[in-house]
């Protein structure tokens, strides 16, 4: 080892035994040869990152009994269109469908808190589409959402609306049809002029209605393969007569589940006079599909945004979840990064097992993933914050001749009050 080298470790020895000694030296008074320059200049200080936690603040709520939540699979809920005034906002609003009765409205501020305060601002139910008297919202827990949208001007409230009773019974095609070309003769108008008088009652005019969900699959009584023409004018009646209700202020979601499903969901689109917003559901699905795939595939997530702007429209992701490929970390990211980058009027994640992270304790990886991209947001904490300049370097003064520094670390100059020197003349060759 050559001499300048020695003497170098040499030194670094003597400087670590000297915090030390020193620490232990300056309770008793500062000993001959340490001497404390003077405080550094503080840095500016540095906003701390938004935190990145693992464990739930807050314990999940029980699940939604299945009689209130719909079942499970893709098939489920839907947010509003064009940003009025009131809705302003610099990110998406954001929520869960946390279940549809009034067990679902309590949750809300749960999730939030679980968030670290997030801003919770899209409220999702379903309408059961048992009976005709479900579809006209005669239901209990109604005015329990409408208090809700209504605490804060910039809620949404998105309400799933089935087009036919018995919606989940297995109705034959043959069947569909022939309900399909009633409602479009003008047979059901009554039940939704019902919902619409009812929603305006309760105050929440402005709820965003996603009819017909998924119209271009195979699940519901409400689908559109059986009759496209007939369904699509169906539609055109209901948003007519819904909006003819004094006081309304109705949006209309059109959203169909991600890729071709049964028809292609193109062929469903009743037009853009009677649809405010074009929604998707979109969950990570089928097994083995990379992300890249669905944004890339035929009627998938890039298709879905072409279309909208095309039509001059909103998008929306009222159901967005994990669930053939389990708990995806890649997905869970890269769909966040998707609605951060499309800016979707709102996007309501379906959080119950196998789709969610919060109330579902299947998905840990991407529970955390959801978590972190989201904790603490408001409109005000995800603003570009004006440009601040660098801070200047922190700067002790000059130290006098024969005297070397000690580097202690910021905590411990902190509590001496300075920066430490200590001279080595004795040590020969010493600076």
């Not at 001959?32 to 603040?57: D, E, F, I, K, T």
């Not at 409400?222 to 009646?237: E, I, M, S």
């Not at 909208?308 to 990211?333: C, I, Q």
Request: with cysteine; aromatic share 10%; charged share 20%.
């Amino acid at each position: 080892m050559a001499p300048q080298r020695k003497r170098a470790r040499f030194r670094r020895l003597v400087v670590g035994a000297a915090a030390v000694v020193v620490s232990a030296a300056l309770a008793a008074g500062r000993p001959a040869g340490v001497q404390v320059l003077g405080p550094a200049s503080p840095p500016a200080p540095v906003p701390p990152p938004r935190p990145v936690v693992a464990v739930p603040a807050v314990p999940a709520p029980a699940v939604t009994p299945a009689a209130s939540a719909p079942p499970a699979g893709p098939g489920l809920p839907k947010p509003p269109a064009v940003t009025p005034p009131a809705l302003g906002g610099h990110w998406p609003a954001f929520g869960a469908f946390l279940g549809s009765d009034a067990g679902g409205v309590a949750s809300i501020p749960l999730l939030s808190s679980w968030l670290g305060g997030a801003d919770i601002r899209v409220g999702h139910t379903y309408l059961p589409g048992n009976t005709w008297s479900d579809i006209e919202g005669d239901l209990s827990f109604l005015p329990a959402w409408a208090h809700w949208r209504n605490e804060k001007a910039d809620r949404m409230l998105v309400v799933n609306v089935p087009l036919q009773e018995r919606n989940e019974a297995g109705v034959s095609d043959a069947v569909v049809r022939q309900l399909v070309r009633r409602g479009a003769a003008g047979e059901f108008d009554h039940h939704f002029r019902a919902l619409a008088e009812r929603l305006v009652r309760l105050g929440v005019p402005d709820t965003v209605l996603v009819l017909g969900w998924e119209m271009n699959g195979v699940t519901y009584t409400h689908r559109c393969g059986p009759d496209p023409v007939a369904w699509k004018t169906y539609w055109r009646r209901i948003v007519t007569t819904m909006r003819s209700v004094p006081g309304q202020r109705f949006r209309f979601d059109f959203a169909p589940s991600r890729g071709r499903d049964a028809v292609p969901w193109t062929q469903c689109y009743p037009g853009d006079g009677a649809v405010d917003i074009i929604g998707m559901d979109s969950y990570d699905q089928p097994a083995g599909m990379s992300f890249d795939r669905q944004v890339s595939e035929p009627y998938g997530l890039q298709a879905h945004v072409q279309f909208a702007k095309a039509h001059g429209k909103p998008v929306s992701y009222p159901e967005w979840g994990l669930f053939r490929n389990g708990d995806n970390t890649e997905y869970m990211r890269r769909m966040l990064a998707w609605m951060d980058e499309h800016k979707p009027l709102y996007n309501t994640l379906t959080d119950y097992c196998p789709h969610g992270v919060w109330q579902c304790g299947s998905n840990p990886k991407s529970s955390l993933v959801y978590r972190s991209f989201l904790f603490g947001r408001t409109d005000e904490a995800t603003r570009d914050p004006a440009p601040t300049p660098a801070p200047a370097a922190a700067t002790a003064p000059p130290a006098p001749a024969g005297c070397s520094r000690l580097d202690l670390g910021t905590w411990v100059e902190q509590w001496l009050g300075g920066t430490l020197c200590v001279r080595f003349e004795w040590w020969p060759g010493g600076d």
